[in-house]
């Protein structure tokens, strides 16, 4: 066959113009374009159609949100414009949360952790996805959490008829009514739902629990007191931490570097000094801030050191504790201060704010000074030592007038090759009603203490006390010494009402003064 004879068969029956191209085996076959109706194109059926498919293709792990039908005037009734809003509101919400559903998935991605979007969502009240059956109680108006309120008993005393009547002593009313009265309680106080439960308390039950409630929220408001207005082991209350942060602010302290000491009725902390105060004295290189503790419970007893003192006997409270606290910095203060005009070795009084003393501190770079109960001494230095303590006792008997009533190796300090008294606040005078058990019981112990350490040459309680006191008791057992004391105590005690006398009465050889009846 030629391919001239084939081409020629061909031409006749190709129409008129190039209409062999679409014929030709070679050529790229030409798309058959679809025929549409320009309603067809104008309809939004067919163009949400075509949305969907473009988001599907681009989407193809999210499930398309099932749709209805599309809302037209020929399915519902459209004569109503609010209706009408509704359900294009609706409309509007479906695609919004489509769309929502669909940035989420691709915010997440493949992480563990998702971000969810349910929030933002406009869930449109009458297209709810929830069940019928789910019924969140939040959204009732009964609350299943909330007990019943009782039936209110009328004026009349009694409800029913007959045998029904029902009194408000009635049992089972009186036990709902209780079960009720219990929300009333402090909210720290635990009550209990009782869901599903109808409760009945008793009288006697419900006010024990009330009783007990009222306890609780009073021990709760002592111990939120008590944390705030007292003073704490190694800490301070707000109104003491204020008065220290002053004297650091005032110049007076440099700063505060920590505790030293604590014990039963005070704290001690370490300070550099700082400039001088306002009376112009001169602050020593470094401090001892001596913080009285604003709480009875460790030192109960210091009242009987404080109320017969005549000094404070007429300033004295027993109701007000932090008063208490104030006189007995303040008596510690006029101790030192006698003390340190007699020569006696003792720190130095700065300043007292309060129920805070500061004075200078025994000791070095923050190093405290050791106890004498601490400090191993030799032989020459502990004999050394006791000779001074005895003159040192001598002097604050005689020329201070006062007895140190808490004497012993744990308050005499070691510094630089001498005894140091500290700890003053509980000394009285020898006027006080027991201040001459307080000088026989100092005696006692710096006589045991210094026999213990090797001293050959330490008095016994006895001996100590008449060589301190200047009294010439010669009694030969402790019992008949000791009924002396308390005889001479009682004439004093006795003299000073009827005279109104500050003066001892002892009968000595020497000071204090003498009064002989």
């Not at 106890?371 to 001074?388: G, H, I, P, R, T």
Request: with cysteine; net charge negative.
């Amino acid at each position: 066959m030629e391919p001239v004879g084939m081409a020629a068969t061909a031409v006749p029956d190709a129409g008129p113009g190039p209409g062999w191209q679409s014929k030709c085996p070679w050529g790229a076959p030409k798309p058959a374009s679809i025929s549409c109706s320009l309603a067809e194109v104008m309809s939004e059926q067919l163009a949400k159609e075509l949305q969907l498919e473009e988001e599907n293709a681009a989407f193809p792990e999210v499930v398309a949100v099932a749709e209805g039908p599309f809302i037209t005037g020929e399915n519902i009734d459209t004569s109503s414009d609010l209706m009408l809003a509704q359900m294009l509101q609706m409309e509007f919400d479906r695609e919004y949360d489509a769309q929502l559903r669909r940035e989420e998935k691709k915010f997440n991605g493949d992480s563990k952790v998702s971000i969810s979007f349910e929030n933002y969502r406009k869930v449109h009240p009458f297209d709810s996805d929830s069940s019928e059956d789910e019924v969140d109680w939040q959204d009732t108006r009964h609350d299943p959490y909330r007990a019943d309120k009782p039936t209110t008993t009328p004026k009349k005393g009694f409800i029913g008829k007959g045998k029904d009547i029902t009194t408000k002593h009635d049992e089972v009313v009186c036990g709902r009514k209780n079960t009720a009265r219990m929300e009333n309680f402090a909210p720290g106080f635990q009550v209990g739902d009782g869901i599903g439960m109808d409760l009945k308390l008793s009288n006697q039950v419900f006010n024990a629990l009330k009783q007990h409630a009222y306890s609780e929220e009073r021990r709760s408001a002592r111990l939120h007191e008590k944390k705030e207005h007292s003073t704490a082991e190694k800490a301070v209350d707000p109104k003491t931490r204020l008065l220290l942060y002053k004297m650091v602010n005032s110049g007076m302290l440099e700063t505060i570097t920590g505790c030293i000491s604590t014990g039963k009725e005070s704290v001690v902390f370490h300070a550099y000094g700082g400039n001088a105060t306002e009376d112009d004295k001169v602050i020593p290189p470094e401090c001892a801030i001596k913080v009285f503790k604003t709480t009875l419970n460790e030192f109960k007893n210091r009242d009987k050191y404080i109320k017969d003192d005549y000094r404070f006997k007429d300033r004295f409270s027993k109701l007000n504790p932090r008063k208490i606290i104030r006189m007995w910095a303040e008596k510690e203060m006029h101790n030192l201060t006698r003390m340190q005009n007699a020569g006696i070795p003792c720190p130095q009084v700065v300043i007292l704010k309060k129920h805070i003393l500061v004075m200078s501190f025994i000791g070095q770079d923050q190093v405290p000074a050791p106890k004498l109960k601490d400090v191993k001494l030799n032989s020459e230095d502990m004999k050394k030592a006791y000779y001074q303590t005895l003159n040192m006792m001598q002097q604050l008997y005689k020329e201070c007038n006062l007895v140190h009533a808490d004497l012993s190796e744990y308050n005499m300090l070691w510094h630089d090759g001498k005894v140091w008294l500290i700890d003053v606040s509980q000394s009285v005078e020898p006027t006080h009603p027991h201040g001459l058990e307080f000088l026989f019981r100092d005696c006692r112990n710096v006589s045991q203490f210094f026999q213990k350490g090797g001293v050959a040459e330490a008095l016994n309680e006895r001996e100590l006390f008449n060589a301190v006191s200047g009294l010439n008791i010669t009694a030969d057992n402790e019992v008949d010494f000791i009924e002396e004391i308390e005889a001479l105590e009682k004439r004093n005690e006795d003299h000073v009402q009827n005279h109104g006398k500050k003066v001892s009465t002892f009968s000595s050889d020497g000071d204090p003064p003498i009064y002989d009846e």
